[in-house]
């Protein structure tokens, strides 16, 4: 019986030894995770966010308000009206000259007539001509006024527009808009707060790939390559493992010391390089969870 107990825990002791080395590197999980800010100041009127919900891209999920911001946006549009009412009528202004320059020029003419018949002085045409300059003079020197007013009118009337335009952006940025497919992990703020440019209101992240973030040693690492498969596995019940199936997506170019909570498959080792390993989540995988990776060596 005492040969029996013997054999038996040392079957046991060989096989806890052998589960030790049983994998090549030990990691943590962990995902791109993305906090979604403010991008206007106010109180935050509605904020459809809980934690566990899964988001897509562009779906918006609250607002702040913009009461302010849209009565800006009215006054700013009557003030454009009110400065385009100021426009002057060049057309108008310069009809008057015009039938002046017109009558003038016909007095001109009649002048010339009368001086070739001995009916009229050299100084009554000399007048005639006179007149005719002056009023040419007042419709170009009016109508450069003109022309210098509705600029200005025109420049100031720009300058609102612009105004208006950042307000709508601003009216736009009120709108909370979710900027990546995910599940919300976090949620920083709740209606009713006052919100901030820039103040995180929740943390997503898309978990329906997940990383493993792994530390091999410098032994391993001529035998790990990108894109090569590997076995992962993570704890399941009654002291079982689930096996994933995942990919070498990122080695680190530079050795670091082995992090306290990690342990490779040669404890001695100080330097490890970290790798990256995507696997396909069932929904199983959280952030933060161990995995142990088993390398198959390239061929």
């Given at each position: 019986m005492k040969k029996i107990a013997f054999i038996i825990i040392a079957a046991t002791a060989i096989s806890c030894s052998d589960n030790k080395n049983e994998f090549d590197a030990t990691g943590t999980f962990e995902a791109v995770e993305t906090i979604i800010p403010a991008e206007a100041s106010g109180i935050i009127k509605e904020l459809k966010v809980e934690?566990?919900?899964?988001l897509k891209e562009n779906q918006v999920v609250g607002y702040i308000d913009t009461i302010q911001l849209s009565l800006k946006r009215d006054q700013l549009v009557a003030q454009i009206k009110a400065t385009q009412s100021k426009k002057p009528d060049i057309n108008s202004q310069l009809d008057v000259y015009?039938?002046?320059?017109?009558?003038?020029?016909?007095?001109?003419?009649?002048?010339?007539?009368?001086?070739?018949?001995?009916?009229?002085t050299r100084k009554q045409l000399d007048d005639a001509t006179t007149k005719v300059s002056v009023i040419q003079k007042q419709i170009t020197a009016l109508q450069t006024q003109l022309n210098i007013s509705t600029t200005g009118i025109d420049d100031e009337t720009q300058t609102l527009k612009v105004q208006i335009s950042q307000i709508q952006d601003q009216l736009a940025k009120s709108k909370?808009?979710?900027?990546?497919?995910?599940?919300?992990?976090?949620?920083?703020?709740?209606?009713?707060e006052m919100a901030t440019i820039g103040k995180p209101l929740y943390k997503i992240a898309d978990l329906s790939t997940i990383n493993l973030r792994v530390y091999i040693t410098g032994d391993q690492l001529p035998g790990v390559k990108l894109n090569d498969n590997v076995k992962v596995f993570v704890d399941d019940t009654n002291k079982t493992y689930k096996e994933y199936s995942g990919v070498v997506e990122w080695i680190s170019d530079k050795a670091e010391f082995t992090p306290k909570t990690i342990q490779t498959k040669d404890e001695r080792a100080n330097?490890?390089?970290?790798?990256?390993?995507?696997v396909k989540n069932d929904g199983y995988l959280k952030i933060g969870m161990y995995g142990e990776i088993k390398l198959k060596l390239s061929k």
């Open positions: 934690e566990g919900n899964i015009r039938e002046e320059l017109k009558q003038a020029k016909l007095d001109q003419q009649r002048m010339q007539n009368l001086v070739k018949a001995d009916a009229a909370i808009v979710n900027k990546t497919n995910g599940t919300v992990l976090t949620k920083y703020a709740e209606v009713g330097l490890v390089y970290a790798v990256k390993v995507r």
